[in-house]
């Protein structure tokens, strides 16, 4: 539980900031207004895809490899961003990172049931999305204050993608779902008995 919620925290620390800063980001970089926020919109657009695609391969390959495939684009195209100068590459960067940040939020759901089952999946989802919530809280605060105090954005993504790949770390030492010992312990006695 408490590994796949420092997970959770972690990434939705990481991409937040990311996210809520991208527009003042690209105009300060010299992107007109209007085009920063299309790049906005491809982000937002994308990221609906990304969900749609991840959980189709979560159910070919599983949640846990998805989880940690999804999180290492997310990290790497944050540390991107932090060269990003000319419209292609905010461009190529917002629909790449809108489809990795999207593509992660539907595995943690999966993995709670993989993990704990059916029965308190609400619950324990609540809290694990409680705890990540905390972190979408924390990351445009660090991109301000990286802001304020340098006057620039480039500390928080690389502070950003620090924290992205340390989600990377996490969901590779989390253990494999233990579907198989769920039902076995749980759903097989109730179906039989």
Request: overall charge positive; charged content about 10%.
């Amino acid at each position: 539980f408490w590994g796949l919620t420092l997970t959770h925290f972690l990434c939705c620390t990481a991409h937040s900031g990311p996210i809520y800063h991208l527009v003042a980001f690209a105009t300060d970089s010299g992107i007109p207004k209007m085009t920063a926020a299309a790049i906005f919109g491809v982000m937002g657009i994308s990221n609906g895809l990304g969900r749609i695609g991840a959980g189709h391969l979560s159910d070919k390959i599983g949640s846990k490899r998805s989880l940690i495939i999804f999180l290492t684009i997310q990290a790497a195209t944050i540390f991107s961003f932090a060269f990003a100068r000319h419209t292609w590459h905010f461009y190529t960067s917002g629909l790449i990172f809108g489809m990795a940040f999207g593509s992660v939020m539907p595995m943690y759901a999966l993995m709670v049931r993989e993990y704990f089952g059916p029965r308190n999946m609400g619950t324990i989802y609540g809290s694990v999305f409680m705890v990540g919530s905390l972190g979408m809280g924390i990351g445009p605060y660090l991109g301000g204050f990286f802001f304020d105090t340098s006057g620039s954005y480039l500390w928080l993504y690389v502070t950003a993608s620090i924290i992205a790949f340390s989600a990377v770390f996490m969901s590779t030492v989390l253990k494999p779902p233990g579907y198989k010992l769920w039902r076995e312990r749980l759903v097989e006695p109730e179906l039989s008995g």
